[in-house]
């Protein structure tokens, strides 16, 4: 998780680390949100989280709640 806060490349992460550090009950409740199998959908958040937090850290730091 720190490469994908910090500057630098990105690394990646198993869909069934996703699944270890969500849990089983987080990711049920995800896949019947979005209608999608769960691998399909841990095989989706395994491309998408490290992206997705790159992008909200911009300055390599998790913003503080005033920002």
């Given at each position: 998780m720190n490469s994908?806060?910090?500057a630098g490349q990105?690394?990646?992460i198993a869909p069934n680390q996703v699944a270890d550090?969500?849990?089983p009950d987080a990711i049920?409740?995800?896949s019947?949100?979005?209608?999608?199998?769960r691998d399909q959908m841990l095989s989706e958040l395994s491309t998408?989280?490290?992206?997705?937090?790159d992008r909200t850290t911009p300055?390599?730091?998790i913003p503080e709640d005033a920002e």
């Open positions: 994908w806060v910090g990105n690394q990646s550090a969500l849990g049920d409740q995800i019947k949100h979005f209608q999608m199998p998408e989280l490290p992206n997705a937090l300055q390599g730091r």
